[in-house]
C-alpha cells in the first residue's frame, strides 16, 4: 500500500522530527481524572464513579496483600514487581505488546529502543516502562468500567494509588466536551525514533472495523499475517518515507531483533493475536461502560427504562459482541508466542470441546462470533432489565427471529454452534424473558 501525503504535512513532519511534540496523551493505560473535572457524579448521579466502592481484579488483590493472604516479590534486577504482580492477577505474560509512541505518562522513557510493554487478561491491564518508579494499571470495574492506577515499584512498600486527576482528556471519550464516560483507549499513530507523533494525518482512535492497514501504527508487531498489510514497526526516522508510504517491509516479523533489544522484556515479541484480541475486548468493555452509565442514570432519574430506551442502550453492545463490524481477513494470522494457545486453554467449552474462546484467524478473528465476553462481571452487573434485554436480543439473533443485515454474517451452522456453547456454559442467556 502507498499513501501520499501534502506538502504541509511533510513540513509539519520534519517540524516534528527535531523537535519534541508537546501534545495530550492519546495513551491506552495511564489514568482517570477526578469527578472535578469531568462532572460524572452529576452528569451520571445513578453511577458514582468517584465515591463507590471499587471492585476491580487490582483492588481485590490489594485487599488480599493488605489482609496478609497474599504478597509480592520485588524483583531488583530486573521488572521489579511486574512478573510476580502479572502472576497475581492472572495474567499471561505472552499477551505482551510493545508501544513506542510517546502515548503514555512517563513519555521522557519511552522512545523506539525503549518502547512501553502492555500486558492483559479480560478485565486488567498492566503498563511497565524501563526505569520507571511505577507501573501504570487499568481494570475494569462491572459497574463503573474503566478505572486507573498508579503502581509503585518501591522495593519497600507494596502500594497502589487509584488516579483521580489525570488524563481522562483522553480516558473520556467526549474529551473535555461533556457527555463522556471512561475509556480503555487504542490508537494508532506515525512515531519517530523518538516515539514522537510526527503527523496527525492518519492517527486515529482503532477498533474491529478499523482496517489492518491503518491498525497498531506506533507499536511493535511480531507474527506473521501474509499479505495483509499494518501500520506497526513503522519508526520514521526520515520523512521522505512519507512522500510515498510503503508498508509491505515492516510487516510478517518473526521476532523484533532488528528494531531493538527485548531482553528487559519478559517476552520477546509484541504479538499480533494478542493484539486482535485487545481490540475487540476494549470495543465491547467500552460501549459496556456506556450502556451502564446511561441505563444507570436514567433508570435513577425515572425509575424504569422503555423499549425504545432499550433498544437504543443495548444495540451498540449487541453487535460489538456478534463481531457485526469486524474487517474480514484475506489471509491467515499466526501469533509469535503462546499467547493463542493460552486464551483458547481457558475455556469455558461444550461437550464437543467447543469455546467462545476458539480462535479462527483466517477469515476473522474467532470461530464462534460471539463475544467471550458474554462471561464477563460487567454483563452481569447490569442492571436487571438491561441484562435481561440484552441477553433477549442474544437470543432472537441466535434464532433467527432478529432478521438484520447486522447480522447477516451469522449461518445458520454459526448460530447453532453458537447455541450448544451457550446452552453448555451459560445457559441462563438462552433462557426467554432470563
Request: glycine content about 6%; aromatic content about 8%.
Amino acid at each position: 500500500m502507498q499513501i501520499q501525503y501534502s506538502a504541509t504535512t511533510l513540513i509539519a513532519a520534519v517540524y516534528k522530527l527535531c523537535r519534541p511534540l508537546l501534545i495530550g496523551c492519546l495513551c491506552l493505560f495511564t489514568s482517570t481524572a477526578g469527578a472535578q473535572f469531568f462532572s460524572y457524579e452529576t452528569a451520571y448521579p445513578g453511577v458514582d464513579y468517584a465515591s463507590r466502592p471499587l471492585d476491580d481484579r487490582l483492588t481485590r488483590l490489594m485487599a488480599d496483600i493488605a489482609a496478609g493472604r497474599k504478597t509480592l516479590e520485588y524483583d531488583a534486577a530486573n521488572r521489579g514487581y511486574l512478573d510476580s504482580l502479572l502472576a497475581a492477577l492472572e495474567i499471561d505474560p505472552d499477551s505482551q505488546f510493545l508501544v513506542f509512541s510517546k502515548t503514555a505518562l512517563k513519555t521522557r522513557f519511552v522512545t523506539a529502543k525503549t518502547p512501553r510493554a502492555l500486558y492483559f487478561n479480560d478485565d486488567t491491564y498492566v503498563a511497565f516502562i524501563q526505569n520507571s518508579r511505577s507501573l501504570e494499571i487499568a481494570a475494569m470495574d462491572p459497574v463503573l468500567g474503566p478505572v486507573f492506577f498508579d503502581f509503585s515499584q518501591d522495593p519497600e512498600q507494596i502500594s497502589s494509588e487509584r488516579e483521580m486527576n489525570r488524563c481522562l482528556r483522553c480516558h473520556d471519550s467526549y474529551s473535555m466536551t461533556g457527555g463522556g464516560v471512561p475509556r480503555f483507549l487504542l490508537s494508532s499513530v506515525i512515531a519517530n525514533p523518538e516515539g514522537e507523533i510526527v503527523t496527525h494525518e492518519i492517527s486515529i482512535i482503532t477498533d474491529t472495523s478499523t482496517p489492518l492497514n491503518r491498525r497498531w501504527g506506533g507499536m511493535y508487531v511480531s507474527g506473521m499475517h501474509g499479505s495483509q498489510e499494518i501500520m506497526g514497526n513503522f519508526v520514521v526516522d526520515d520523512v521522505a518515507k512519507l512522500l510515498n508510504l510503503d508498508l509491505s517491509p515492516n510487516g510478517n516479523k518473526a521476532d523484533l531483533s532488528e528494531y531493538l533489544d527485548t531482553s528487559p522484556y519478559i517476552s520477546s515479541g509484541s504479538d499480533i493475536v494478542a493484539l486482535m484480541v485487545l481490540e475487540h475486548q476494549i470495543e465491547v468493555q467500552n460501549l459496556l461502560t456506556r450502556l451502564s452509565f446511561e441505563s444507570r442514570t436514567r433508570l435513577h432519574e425515572n425509575g424504569s427504562l422503555s423499549d425504545d430506551e432499550l433498544v437504543e442502550l443495548t444495540r451498540p453492545v449487541l453487535e460489538s459482541l456478534f463481531f457485526a463490524n469486524e474487517v474480514a481477513l484475506t489471509d491467515k494470522i499466526t501469533g509469535s508466542s503462546g499467547f493463542a494457545d493460552n486464551f483458547q486453554a481457558r475455556g469455558p467449552k461444550d461437550d464437543q470441546g467447543r469455546s467462545l474462546r476458539d480462535l479462527n484467524l483466517e477469515t476473522r478473528t474467532f470461530e464462534y462470533p460471539l463475544s467471550y465476553l458474554v462471561y464477563s462481571d460487567a454483563i452481569e452487573a447490569l442492571p436487571g432489565e438491561v441484562k435481561r434485554y440484552l441477553f433477549d436480543g442474544i437470543r432472537r439473533v441466535l434464532s433467527g427471529e432478529l432478521q438484520d443485515a447486522a447480522f447477516s454474517h451469522l449461518d445458520a451452522q454459526a448460530r447453532a454452534a453458537i447455541t450448544a456453547i451457550l446452552r453448555a456454559t451459560k445457559p441462563d442467556i438462552l433462557a426467554e424473558g432470563g
